[in-house]
């Protein structure tokens, strides 16, 4: 079902329900009016005859008490609003019905007879409905009955009834009816604005934009769709740049590689220069292999599997310290409080270890590398060069070398790594010269994320 439709069908049901519930209390209020009328009538007839004496009630209905028998009563028009049907019950028993016409009242009920108070009831008979007052009086010596015909208070709701019915149902046709023009203005946004997607997705040019007027639930799907074609616009820049930096930093090693192997297929070399070259080759296939992998690690998220968790970077820092102790035989120092945070442990390692590595590549052998970690805060600091002025901005990105690195081997992703992996957990990275010679380059971390 589309929205024009469902907002067309909720409009009327809700319309539906209140009408049908207006019907509702306005024929029982109508009812109650009239039966309010009419039992007032009764009762001002009963309380007339409340202390009048037995004889005296019969001479009041114009009849003599007739032993035995049960009279009838002969009304102007059977039936109609103004009959008034009488019915006296004496204390032995008998009944008198007042007039010869043929409704004869039904017998009080026993609660009827034990009250004090006159009571009302409705019922059917002989086809007409009736509503009866029923008094005791003189401490149960005499009971009267009066009754009045419904037919016309009940012909009178029933007229009402069918206007209520044939007005609900009308009010319901033109609320469905208003509210799908009500829908078909209402998403006309929102159809224009599923065209305007619709082909963006079939050109795949995210550099255009939504049109977005006013501040309605429209507009803001609008602006959020506007800041999600900004993302993928931004991704799409960020993909094609990144494959053509990692083509333009394969090319090098690529190039190596070949000139390496021609020279070992066209020309017959010594044994020692054949293991030079051999060497060299080798060397450049372990720098592709390595920027293979730190291209993987860009263009995908090794660690979304991992499930967050509290993390202990004094732990994580001693790991990667430990790590380069023994392989590298670099000396390092780690310094660390209780920082605690909520993150991906095997990912905060990768991000310890590409710094931690980039300090070794730029340090002179023996000089010690320190890490200090402090609420949230890993800085590793080195003795190298440091960085040029120049150079501070672009740390972070990707591929990018600085002049003194460019003698180095590495592909210049590690620290994009890192500011990946930090961006990832709501961090911010930094790095600066130190003011005693050497640099600090680290990262910030909440404490959630």
């Keep these: ?53 037995p004889a005296a009630i019969l001479g009041l209905f114009g009849v003599e008490r007739r032993e035995g028998m049960q009279g009838r009563i002969v009304p102007p028009r059977r039936g109609d609003f103004d009959t008034s049907y009488s019915q006296v019950i004496l204390r032995d028993g008998r009944v008198v019905n007042i007039g010869d016409d043929d409704v004869v009242l039904p017998e009080p009920d026993p609660g009827d007879l034990n009250s004090t108070h006159p009571t009302l009831r409705s019922e059917w008979v002989d086809d007409v409905h009736l509503r009866i007052v029923t008094t005791v009086l003189r401490q149960g010596e005499v009971v009267v009955q009066i009754a009045r015909p419904l037919t016309e208070a009940d012909a009178a709701m029933g007229r009402l009834a069918v206007l209520l019915i044939g007005g609900g149902l009308l009010g319901i046709a033109l609320a469905g009816g208003l509210g799908l023009l009500v829908a078909r203005h209402a998403v006309r946004p929102i159809s224009a604005l599923t065209i305007t997607i619709g082909d963006i997705a079939e050109s795949q040019v995210f550099s255009e934009r939504v ?31 990144l494959v053509r930096d990692a083509g333009h930093e394969l090319r090098t090693p690529l190039t190596a590689l070949r000139t390496n192997l021609e020279i070992l297929q066209r020309h017959e070399v010594g044994s020692e220069e054949q293991a030079s070259i051999l060497a060299a080759a080798h060397a450049e296939v372990e720098e592709l292999a390595a920027l293979m992998s730190e291209l993987i690690d860009l263009a995908t998220d090794r660690y979304e599997d991992e499930v967050p968790g509290p993390v202990d970077l004094g732990e994580v820092v001693d790991a990667v310290a430990q790590r380069y102790r023994k392989r590298r035989g670099r000396f390092v120092t780690v310094t660390a409080d209780a920082s605690d945070v909520v993150g991906k442990r095997q990912a905060l390692e990768r991000a310890v270890s590409n710094i931690v590595g980039n300090a070794h590549k730029f340090s002179a052998p023996g000089a010690e590398i320190t890490i200090d970690v402090t609420a949230g805060t890993v800085t590793v600091t080195d003795a190298g060069t440091g960085f040029d002025s120049h150079d501070l901005p672009h740390v972070f990105e990707r591929f990018y070398r600085s002049a003194a690195a460019r003698s180095q081997p590495g592909s210049g992703l590690g620290l994009s790594i890192v500011k990946q992996i930090v961006d990832d957990h709501g961090g911010e990275v930094f790095a600066r010269n130190r003011a005693g010679g050497g640099a600090e380059v680290g990262f910030s971390l909440p404490a959630d994320f």
């Design 211 to 241: 049109d977005v007027d006013g501040e309605d639930e429209v507009a803001e799907l609008a602006r959020e769709f506007n800041v999600l074609l900004d993302q993928l616009e931004s991704s799409k820049q960020e993909q094609a740049r």
């Design 1 to 53: 079902m589309t929205i024009r439709r469902r907002i067309a069908s909720v409009s009327a049901i809700a319309v539906a329900v209140a009408v049908v519930l207006i019907s509702i209390g306005t024929f029982m209020g109508a009812r109650q009016q009239v039966m309010a009328q009419i039992d007032d009538g009764l009762l001002a007839r009963a309380s007339l005859i409340e202390e009048l004496r």
